[in-house]
């Protein structure tokens, strides 16, 4: 299992996959979302290799196969966005931008789109473009449900709560885990396939989140949504939102989509908010834009 240690000693898991030798367009930073983990993109990573772009990817910090941060593994915990941030730095520094690659492509998803879009900000320079699915610019449901949720987390945080579960959260049972009402997908094998992994390897599994991640989530929420912030990120994004998602919110994709100046909005209709382990008709509408997008002849000349 390959490494990289971050800024407060942490082992963080990565991987790196080659396309072949002397065909290689560029490389995809992969970046999946909270309570994922490298083996459940599999299927995304033989599409990007067969695309001729190299993939590298990692687990982030308190999830997947790198190192936990509470003695319970299950619980979702960060102390700040920014040490994700941090270690999304430290992961391209060392194992992506130190090598020639002649583009350097972002495909990120929900949380992990959140993290890329500050890290576009905050090196402007380094990412040609990227592909954002279902970002979290914010939680689904009524301003005055997100509001609450914001409230509590603070206060539970200020109260010593901040590694206990949220309300109804727990650990990971996958006997609990039914297809049947998932908010994830729409497609029934992906959805067994992924369970089928963590059963396969219990220490990817991780359970709900801590008030500690909720408000570390809002704290950044209200940071990428400052004044002047999405302004500056100039690099191109194409923004994929799933049209029945009801984890992250569509229209807060749009707002900020709005105010970032290279951003393209595109809305899938038929799609849950897992958008890269969907339906088949899902994934080909999901390809078929990434290729216009990443590998218009246009764009490679």
């Not at 949380?111 to 979290?136: C, K, Q, W």
């Not at 049972?173 to 997908?185: A, I, Q």
Request: aromatic share 10%.
């Amino acid at each position: 299992m390959k490494t990289f240690d971050t800024h407060d000693g942490l082992k963080i898991r990565y991987d790196t996959y080659i396309s072949g030798e002397n065909i290689c367009q560029g490389v995809v930073v992969l970046l999946g979302g909270r309570s994922e983990f490298i083996e459940k993109y599999r299927e995304t990573i033989d599409q990007l290799l067969a695309r001729k772009l190299d993939v590298v990817t990692f687990d982030w910090r308190g999830q997947g196969l790198s190192d936990r941060l509470l003695p319970n593994r299950y619980k979702g915990y960060v102390a700040s966005y920014e040490d994700y941030l941090k270690d999304l730095t430290c992961f391209m520094d060392r194992h992506v931008l130190q090598k020639t690659y002649k583009r350097v492509i972002m495909l990120a998803h929900s949380m992990g789109a959140h993290i890329a879009l500050r890290y576009l900000h905050d090196n402007p320079t380094r990412v040609e473009r990227a592909v954002l699915t279902s970002p979290l610019i914010d939680i689904a449901g009524p301003i005055m449900f997100t509001r609450t949720m914001k409230m509590i987390a603070k206060i539970a945080v200020r109260s010593g709560f901040k590694k206990h579960y949220v309300t109804r959260a727990n650990g990971f049972d996958p006997s609990r885990k039914c297809f049947s009402g998932n908010r994830l997908t729409r497609d029934p094998h992906r959805f067994q396939q992924t369970i089928q992994m963590i059963i396969d390897n219990p220490d990817v599994a991780i359970g709900g989140v801590t008030f500690g991640w909720l408000d570390a989530m809002f704290d950044s929420i209200q940071h990428i949504v400052a004044d002047g912030y999405p302004e500056s990120i100039t690099t191109p994004v194409k923004m994929i939102s799933a049209g029945g998602d009801e984890i992250v919110s569509i229209e807060a994709q749009k707002k900020i989509c709005r105010r970032l100046p290279n951003c393209d909005f595109v809305m899938i209709p038929d799609a849950l908010h897992e958008l890269l382990i969907e339906t088949d008709a899902v994934l080909e509408k999901f390809w078929a834009i990434f290729n216009k997008f990443v590998l218009d002849p246009d764009i490679l000349s």
